[in-house]
């Protein structure tokens, strides 16, 4: 990702929002953060045959492949890449570098459109991909070096009626072409191997696209004498026993490596850096607040897509990166968590955490029933943050938070379509207003109507009185991060401990105390709610309340038993 420490004579910053072709970003003369020590890395990172950088989407993965493509190279379309890195920090560190500028061929393919809802469309798209990739190198069916035979196959892909063997062979055979040609090994970059992969498992093909991606990428990697270097990328680590099977000589740099830390996304130092150029150092703590939050080894690291965003517009805080996609996957595994994962999850969203074993070697085929590889997916994609990481010979075990305040809010809005089954956020929120305003008859029809639809026996049977706790915990999650409302639980006050309270920061307003009963034997819903009430008043619950200055409490005891229950509720002045 680039984006503008160089101001423009009149402090205007020209930002190249979507634009993830270096050429064209030095070209138009585009402000841009300085990256270029990404190459440099890569150069001094000779024990290494093919790195695979995993990181979340937007951080800037396609736009460092495009710089990195026009370093080597001698030509990008066409246009001479010579002199575009003057006066970049990898020109700064000498000749022992810039010798390598536009002295390689390369390949370069990205997998970024290879998406579609069924096997032979997406099929019909790699073909589409890979006759572009070699009209871009037509001008080896002139070569001497090249027999008839050869130049077949290469006509075949450009023309889209290749065998299938010819496909899965494709990215080999043409860096053997361009070298038998020119004699010089091309670096090969691949950006988003894995989009494919994703598609193939939301619509249902998994089985034969990863095989199709498995035989493409072997023939390409593995031992391939033909290349000098491989760059891949991606938002996702796919196990090495499903995709590269056999690659024997694969470095893979995801996020709890720190190698590579400071080359996607913005530094603390970069972010202040920019700020002052916009004239916005003042906005430095709410940019913490919505955007920061990620790290990769000990290196903080800022999303540079909703920070370019913002700049744009003027300083305006609100969701960017999360709305560059439709979070199809996150939200359908959420959705189809087990209870303890949404317990869980729910906890995140009040602010806590969870410490969990990282699975790094994603297997899509297991992720439904794997709960380690859900927690994975969501750190992977920029989801979760890792507030710590602790080795272990299991693996690494991270203990995991919400990384800012624009994922928080995605999080709340999933968790609400969650709990509104399909009946609409409008809904919801009267279901909320029902219970903040004391409109205990209605919250109750309201409660009766979710635990009916999308609570099963299943939920109830270990830990019942978890899973009502976990379910009005879920309904209030909106509220904490409202800033209206204080969510607390399994809290000491007066003489014990309640189990759900919601204090208002308006003194004004109802604070509530909820008290869950399991309904006991012989015993009936009603005594079970009453039970609860009687506790709230015993156990002095309002004392949290009085204390910070409420002046009416609404106390709320619910018996239950199953999918049936009874719920009791008393106002009192405070």
Not at 208 to 228: H, P, Q, W
Not at 394 to 412: F, M, S, T, W
Not at 465 to 479: D, H, I, K
Not at 547 to 559: C, D, E, F, R, S
Request: with cysteine.
């Amino acid at each position: 990702m680039l984006l503008a420490i160089n101001a423009k004579a009149n402090n205007r910053m020209i930002l190249p929002v979507g634009i993830e072709n270096f050429g064209r970003v030095i070209e138009r003369k585009l402000d841009f953060v300085d990256k270029s020590l990404f190459i440099k890395t890569l150069l001094d990172d000779k024990g290494t045959d093919v790195a695979v950088f995993t990181r979340s989407r937007r951080f800037g993965k396609t736009l460092n492949l495009s710089m990195l493509h026009y370093f080597l190279a001698e030509k990008v379309n066409g246009e001479e890449t010579q002199g575009l890195f003057d006066g970049l920090k990898i020109a700064e560190c000498g000749d022992e570098y810039m010798r390598h500028q536009g002295k390689y061929p390369v390949v370069s393919v990205t997998f970024k459109d290879i998406k579609a809802s069924n096997y032979q469309s997406v099929y019909k798209d790699l073909s589409m991909l890979l006759s572009r990739v070699y009209h871009s190198h037509k001008d080896l069916l002139e070569s001497p070096q090249l027999t008839s035979h050869q130049k077949n196959i290469f006509e075949s892909i450009m023309a889209e009626n290749a065998e299938e063997s010819s496909v899965k062979s494709a990215l080999l055979n043409l860096t053997h072409y361009i070298y038998i040609h020119s004699g010089k090994k091309p670096w090969l970059l691949i950006d988003e191997y894995d989009t494919p992969i994703q598609s193939g498992y939301m619509n249902g093909y998994y089985p034969e696209i990863i095989e199709t991606m498995r035989s493409m990428f072997g023939a390409a990697l593995k031992t391939n004498d033909y290349i000098e270097k491989a760059v891949i990328t991606g938002i996702l680590r796919v196990a090495k026993e499903s995709l590269f099977s056999g690659v024997n000589n694969l470095e893979v740099y995801s996020l709890l490596r720190s190698e590579y830390g400071e080359h996607f996304g913005f530094t603390e130092v970069e972010v202040d850096e920019i700020l002052k150029k916009a004239d916005l150092s003042n906005k430095s703590e709410e940019i913490k607040e919505w955007y920061n939050g990620y790290k990769v080894g000990e290196t903080v690291i800022y999303n540079p897509w909703s920070i370019v965003n913002y700049l744009k517009q003027k300083g305006e805080a609100k969701p960017y990166w999360v709305n560059t996609s439709d979070n199809q996957l996150i939200k359908d595994l959420l959705k189809k968590s087990t209870l303890s994962f949404k317990k869980e999850f729910e906890e995140l969203v009040n602010g806590g955490f969870v410490e969990k074993l990282i699975d790094e070697n994603l297997v899509f085929e297991y992720l439904s029933n794997n709960p380690s590889s859900v927690w994975s997916l969501l750190l992977m994609s920029g989801y979760l943050k890792p507030l710590s990481i602790r080795q272990t010979y299991q693996g690494a075990y991270a203990k995991l938070g919400i990384p800012n305040k624009e994922v928080d809010n995605l999080y709340r809005q999933i968790v609400e379509q969650w709990l509104s089954n399909g009946h609409g956020l409008e809904w919801y929120n009267e279901f909320i207003d029902s219970l903040l305003t004391g409109k205990v008859a209605l919250f109750q029809n309201h409660l009766e109507r979710v635990i009916e639809q999308i609570a099963s026996y299943h939920d109830f049977a270990k830990e019942p009185e978890a899973f009502y706790q976990g379910l009005m915990l879920g309904f209030t999650v909106s509220l904490s991060g409202s800033g209206i409302y204080q969510i607390k639980s399994n809290r000491e006050s007066g003489l014990g401990r309640f189990d759900i309270m919601l204090i208002p920061k308006d003194a004004n307003r109802l604070g509530i105390i909820i008290e869950l009963k399991v309904k006991e034997e012989k015993e009936t819903l009603e005594k079970a709610a009453k039970r609860g009430l009687i506790q709230i008043d015993e156990k002095k619950y309002a004392e949290d309340l009085k204390q910070v200055g409420i002046k009416k409490a609404l106390k709320l005891g619910i018996g239950f038993y199953g999918k049936e229950f009874a719920l009791i509720g008393e106002e009192e002045d405070l």
